[in-house]
């Protein structure tokens, strides 16, 4: 199955997760995952780019669509999205190719770390955008970094599946 | 040209992300009403501090100015604390303690639109609240519209969606003034009763009906006047007290009462 393909699949697999079960999921009562940005966290940085946004502007827009929150998942969405060449710019060890990353190739604990940034700042962004009170972020921490957690689980969880060191 | 293209598309997923995130907001704001307050508090409050600025530096070539029409304020009230005039014209008190007042200066305001506003540097931690009155101390310039903490939005009398509830000063008989949108000096008076005795040169006052001025603020005198609406009312042509392209210092005027007489209008 070609590349393409595999991802759309992908992305139509957690749009369709993240509406009709996550965002109704209240853990402990109030924590809900965010899984519909594991798509756009996997992409290889060598696939276009404005492509990757356009893709990211949709799904979220969809979800906001759907649950009646305006643009917020498709402003984090856009955000996630841009922000990886970013991140992977000011990294450590810069690559002078950023094309030449992959995600799939990383190793273990990068991408925990890589996955817990981008799952945080998701968080950060959707709780600023619902809430539009950047002081009421800063004392809600506890409750991003548990909602991160959590997301962050299912995320390793569906990465297990889908780039299963095993079947390398 | 050429440079600017090369540069553009360089920075074209950059472009794509910025346009994208905007459309977004915009899309969450639409949909957040308290988002939408807070952009409007933030239009508030930059606009404010904007023209305050301009306003700390223009204020001291208009010192002088301002003190006169303070002083003559001060002459005409102490006039008529001398002689205990009944009839207070400058800043009535129709029941005692019903109405207090609190000083502010116009930092920004508009006279060439057709829907003007101005804006006063006291807000909501000041005690402004939306629907109260604006004197200057010649008379009335306003309603606020809108406040944020620091600043308020007033909508001008010179804006022609703003009708004040107004009475002729000898008789009672009241009507509504509306901005003609042509001259910021004249004004007209509609739905004035046709038995109403007018003559050329009388003052029209505030009708005080609304809540929101007390009764008996001056406001300017009868230039003419004719018979409208298959001659059943009166429509006033008058010419106000206060100039509006030059303002300073103002009062926003507090009706301690406002909502329990608003509770009583509009409950039914």
């Known amino acids: 199955m070609s590349f393409r ?3 759309i699949l992908i992305l139509l697999v957690f749009l369709i997760l993240q509406i009709i079960w996550f965002n109704h999921i209240r853990l402990f009562n109030h924590f809900t995952p965010i899984v519909f940005i594991y798509p756009f966290l996997i992409l290889p940085l060598s696939k276009s780019e404005s492509l990757n946004l356009f893709a990211a502007f949709v799904t979220g827009l969809i979800i906001d669509l759907v649950s009646n929150t305006g643009g917020i998942f498709a402003a984090t969405a856009v955000f996630i999205t841009y922000m990886r060449k970013i991140y992977f710019m000011a990294s450590k060890n810069p690559v002078q190719k950023i094309q030449e990353i992959n995600i ?3 190793n273990s604990l990068q991408k925990i770390i890589y996955f817990g940034v981008f799952i945080s700042l998701a968080h950060i962004m959707i709780f600023f955008l619902d809430a539009f009170n950047a002081g009421l972020v800063i004392s809600k921490l506890q409750s991003i970094l548990i909602n991160t957690i959590i997301s962050l689980i299912f995320i390793i969880f569906f990465d297990l599946i889908f780039f299963n060191p095993a079947k390398k | 040209m050429i440079r600017l293209l090369r540069y553009l598309s360089n920075k074209q997923s950059f472009l794509i992300f910025v346009f994208l995130e905007l459309i977004a907001f915009i899309l969450t704001i639409k949909t957040h009403d308290y988002a939408q307050l807070k952009l409007h508090n933030f239009q508030i409050e930059f606009a404010g501090a904007v023209n305050n600025t301009i306003h700390t530096v223009e204020k001291h070539f208009y010192l002088k100015s301002y ?6 304020q001060n002459a005409k009230l102490l006039e008529q604390l001398q ?3 009944p009839d207070i014209t400058t800043l009535p008190a129709s029941i005692p303690d019903q109405y207090t007042y609190i000083p502010a200066f116009v930092i920004s305001n508009q006279c060439s639109l057709q829907h003007n506003t101005l804006l006063i540097n006291k807000g909501e931690i000041d005690g402004i609240q939306p629907d109260s009155g604006v004197l200057s101390t010649n008379g009335i310039i306003g309603v606020v519209q809108k406040t944020s903490k620091h600043y308020a939005k007033v909508i001008s009398i010179l804006n022609k ?3 004040i509830n107004v ?3 000898h008789s009672n008989y009241s009507g509504f003034l509306q ?3 042509k001259d910021p000096n004249s004004f007209e008076v509609i739905d004035l009763p046709v038995n109403a005795p ?3 040169g009388d003052t029209i006052i505030t009708g005080g009906m609304s809540g929101i001025f007390s009764k008996g603020i001056p406001i300017g005198r009868i230039t003419g006047y004719q018979l409208v609406h298959g001659q059943k009312s009166y429509e006033i042509h008058i010419k106000s007290f206060t100039d509006m392209t030059s303002l300073g210092p103002v009062y926003i005027i507090k009706n301690r009462f406002k909502s329990e007489i608003d509770s009583l209008k509009y409950n039914r």
């Open chain 2, 198 to 200: 007018i003559e050329i």
């Open chain 2, 83 to 85: 002689h205990k005039i």
């Open chain 2, 179 to 181: 901005w003609s949108g």
């Open chain 2, 167 to 169: 009475a002729l000063k």
């Open chain 1, 5 to 7: 393909i595999k991802y």
């Open chain 1, 104 to 106: 799939g190739k990383i």
């Open chain 2, 161 to 163: 969606n703003l009708k």
């Open chain 2, 67 to 72: 003190n006169k029409k303070l002083l003559k």
